[in-house]
């Protein structure tokens, strides 16, 4: 048995094994692990095929599909009220934040704009269902690591935020609440005052996390330097959200888009960090949560009287055109890609969600890293498996 | 807001008029035709021949963001909105291939979504798909990211990606048949049984006179 000490040379082998795919013979007795599809560190239905030799993985593979639901098809036989039904079961954590975009769309191309007070309610909405799923991701992340306590803690919290957005929707998981024009009903009584309570809740829930796990030094031992994504890497697989802020690029399209929504009427930063590994992308999303708190708080403050729905037919006809809309979701860039002609639905739908994009990096990014390393990485990854088979 | 068939109207002052002319600059002749509307977005199309090209020329260009890939069918749906009742014969349908911003002559298009992100401005690029056979070169060695999206359009649409390493089904099964993002693919569950949600779609009985009119004032307005 040759033992493989050199990375150079174990890279070319795993080059090699890739090459060669499935009927590899390596030198060492090499071993085949499929992860998943049924796997409590794949949130779903991921499978990952990985050839190990020894603890390294040497190549490995994600398999994806076992969710697939068609949407793309579906959406060509439905009417755009029936669509935001769809597309809320896509990342189902932060459903409020799917429709969105694909509502925007819709109007971009009707003409029609929101009222003031409907685009701060949107806004509000989006952040909030930010949090529900950030919070759980952080909870989560700690498990993945072999920390329990993290997930009990954010499952705790994230159900106050679950409960405002309930407050306000009716939906915990799936509110349906967006329409072409504004929203489906205004806020009820004394849920601004309740949310301002929560947003104080998730922010003491960010401090409980900072403290317990980014802190923690075994924490830092098996995250720092750990699946290191380059800028221009990243930038080439289209990564997007923390993936692409935790590499050091500076992006987010709350910012750097003219959208009719809230987010340039308040305070807020985007936080970036320069290393690329596990550690940078959690802490950025820690950070965003942190942020996607005071944006709550600032916007319920300054929210404008008036109508929450634009004048818009009861019949919505969309006219003839095509419009891609885009936004910062939870998991990254998601963009509905609509062509309309004139129709009750559209001809043609394209969904990008960020899922898809960031998880195809896997198999680059699993390459040579150990087995314990491949959980933390795609924990780090963070995708939602509706997300990526839509 | 402007309707759909607008003329593109040049803006000097925007930053996407200028990104426009650096392309017509940098591309030349293989830039077959672009539609720009000032403050929304930006669309072009670019030759069939060229496509390998236009990849490396539109990254260095500052597009070094890849969103997606994708493709369009252009053909009506022989189906229609799959609510047709099954037990009378199908009713007339359209068949003309129509394309949609920036034109085409092929029923099946590409379509590529970049970003620059120093100036902030996204780009949909089309490309034309030869009909007869549609082979397309790869983009992998430019964006790696395109890799799993040609998968998926290669199993959807069925357009090859010539050079890409590793074409195979993505979402579906290994033996999958014909492409089902196409339009002449029937959505079956629609086939099988009417769609019971089509009487939302229709007005009340008792809204239909005052509805009709705001409804087409509202559509009125957008147009003009």
Partial sequence: ?390 | MSSSDDLPVVVVDDPRAAVLDQLRDRLGDALVDAVHKPGDDLWIRVRTEDWASVGETLKSAGFHYFCFLSAIDWLPSPYGKGEDDPTEPPPERQTEVRPGYCGGETRLQLLVRLTDLDRHLGLTVKVDVPDDEPEMPTWTGVFAGAGWHERETWEMFGIQFLGHPDLRHLYLPTDFERFPLRKDFPLLSRMVKPWPGIVDVEPMPAELDEDAAPADGADGGDAG
């Fill in chain 1, 1 to 390: 048995m040759t033992v493989v000490s050199d990375r150079d040379q174990l890279r070319y082998i795993a080059g090699q094994a890739a090459d060669a795919r499935v009927n590899v013979e390596l030198e060492t007795e090499g071993m085949t692990l499929n992860i998943g599809p049924q796997h409590p560190a794949t949130h779903g239905t991921l499978r990952i095929v990985a050839r190990l030799d020894g603890e390294q993985v040497i190549w490995a593979e994600p398999v994806i599909g076992y969710m697939h639901r068609g949407y793309e098809k579906l959406t060509e036989v439905r009417t755009y009220p029936q669509i935001t039904t769809l597309v809320n079961r896509i990342d189902w954590l932060g459903s409020f934040a799917n429709e969105v975009p694909f509502i925007l769309a819709a109007e971009k191309l009707m003409g029609v704009e929101a009222p003031p007070r409907a685009q701060h309610i949107r806004t509000i909405l989006f952040e909030l269902s930010r949090i529900a799923n950030l919070s759980l991701f952080l909870g989560d992340l700690g498990v993945q690591l072999g920390a329990l306590t993290p997930v009990f803690y954010a499952f705790r919290d994230r159900e106050y935020v679950l409960n405002i957005i309930e407050g306000a929707t009716g939906g915990r998981f799936h509110p349906n609440f967006d329409r072409i024009g504004g929203l489906k009903d205004d806020l009820p009584k004394g849920w601004i005052d309740e949310t301002k309570a929560v947003m104080k809740k998730m922010r003491r829930f960010c401090d409980e996390m900072e403290e317990l796990l980014i802190g923690n030094e075994i924490y830092q031992a098996r995250t720092r330097g750990i699946g290191v994504i380059p800028k221009e890497v990243a930038l080439a697989y289209g990564l997007s959200g923390a993936n692409l802020r935790g590499s050091g690029v500076d992006w987010d399209l709350r910012r750097d888009q003219q959208l009719p929504l809230a987010w340039d009427k308040c305070d807020w930063k985007v936080w970036t960090h320069p290393d690329g590994d596990v550690f940078a992308r959690v802490w950025v999303r820690l950070q965003e949560t942190r942020e996607a708190t005071k944006i709550v708080e600032q916007l319920v403050d300054t929210l404008p009287a008036g109508p929450i729905l634009a004048k818009v037919p009861r019949i919505i006809k969309v006219p003839e055109g095509e419009a891609w809309v885009s936004t910062e979701n939870p998991l990254g860039e998601m963009g509905y890609y609509v062509v309309s002609r004139g129709d009750l639905g559209p001809f043609r739908v394209k969904i990008r969600s960020a899922s898809f994009n960031n998880i195809s990096i896997a198999s680059w990014l699993l390459r040579g890293v150990y087995v314990p390393d491949v959980i933390a990485i795609l924990a780090s990854l963070y995708f939602i498996l509706g997300d990526i088979d839509r």
